[in-house]
């Protein structure tokens, strides 16, 4: 199964990546990566229990990073990656602009 994951940041500034089945990340492998870059990126978490979701990781991360490292393809392809590995959806949007993650 293939999985594509689209990143808006405004109507005029979106990335889109297109992950094959194998190159998807396993689960353990995808919320490490996760949370190694939710560090690296000193996000804070969006909720006052201090408690961070997968979501809020996956906006988070998208957020600090911006579209500076939306457009390096590798980076861009180990998000997606990550992204496709810990929801295990076919089709994810991440609305950086709204705040927003749908599948």
Known sequence: MRSQVKVVFSPIQQFDQVVDAAEVL???AA???LDEQFVKHDCEPMRGSGKVLLADKI???ASAAGPVAFADPAWSLD???ATSGALSKALLRVDVAK???SY
């Open 59 to 61: 906006l988070g991360i």
């Open 79 to 81: 998000y997606a990656r």
């Open 31 to 33: 919320r490490q990566w």
């Open 26 to 28: 396993s689960f353990e």
């Open 99 to 101: 705040r927003t993650l």
